[in-house]
C-alpha cells in the first residue's frame, strides 16, 4: 500500500516531479503564463488540503484533474463575463438613432451656452455643477462673498433657462 503525502519531505518530492509538467500542461491549455502558474499553485494547495485521502501512487492523476477542472473553471466565468460585456455593448447599440443624434447636439448646445456665459458666472457655474463645490467653498476660492456667488450662478441660470427652457440644471 503506498503512504500518503501529508508529511512535507513526500508532498516536497511530489511538488518537485511534477510541477514542471503541471505548469507546461497549463500553459499550453491557456496560452498563458501568469494563469498557467496561478493553476498551478492552486492545484498544489487542493492537494495538500486532501493530502490525507491521496496516496503518492495517485498524486499526478489528483493533480491534473484539479488543474483541469480549475482551467475549466477559469474559462467559464470568462464566457460569463465575456458574454455580460457583449449583452451589455448590445443595449448600447440599440439606442435610438435619433436620441444619439439629440442628445449629441443637446450637449454641444449646453457646451456653448456655458462657454458664452461671462467669465464670472461660468466658473461659479462650473465650480458648483461640475466639481460640487458649495457656495460656501466656491467664495472662499475667489475670495467673494456668498451673495456674491448667488447672484453669479442665479444669473448663469437664468440665462441658461432662457435658452433652453425649464429644463434643470
Not at 499526478?60 to 455580460?84: D, E, G, M, R, Y
Request: net charge positive; hydrophobic share 40%.
Amino acid at each position: 500500500m503506498s503512504e500518503n503525502i501529508c508529511d512535507q519531505v513526500s508532498f516536497e518530492k511530489v511538488y518537485f516531479k511534477h510541477v514542471e509538467h503541471l505548469r507546461n500542461f497549463l500553459y499550453y491549455k491557456s496560452g498563458n503564463l501568469q494563469m498557467a502558474e496561478d493553476l498551478t499553485q492552486d492545484a498544489f494547495a487542493k492537494l495538500w488540503e486532501r493530502c490525507a485521502s491521496v496516496v503518492s501512487m495517485r498524486a499526478k492523476s489528483f493533480l491534473f484533474t484539479i488543474a483541469n477542472n480549475l482551467f475549466l473553471n477559469q474559462v467559464k466565468h470568462k464566457k460569463v463575463v465575456l458574454k455580460f460585456q457583449q449583452h451589455r455593448h448590445k443595449e448600447k447599440d440599440y439606442q435610438d438613432p435619433q436620441f444619439l443624434m439629440e442628445e449629441d447636439e443637446f450637449k454641444s448646445k449646453l457646451e456653448k451656452a456655458i462657454s458664452n456665459l461671462p467669465e464670472s458666472q461660468r466658473e461659479v457655474f462650473l465650480m458648483n455643477r461640475i466639481d460640487g463645490l458649495k457656495y460656501r467653498e466656491i467664495a472662499e476660492s475667489l475670495g467673494i462673498s456668498v451673495k456674491a456667488v448667488e447672484k453669479r450662478m442665479h444669473k448663469a441660470l437664468k440665462e441658461l433657462k432662457e435658452i433652453f427652457g425649464k429644463s434643470k440644471f
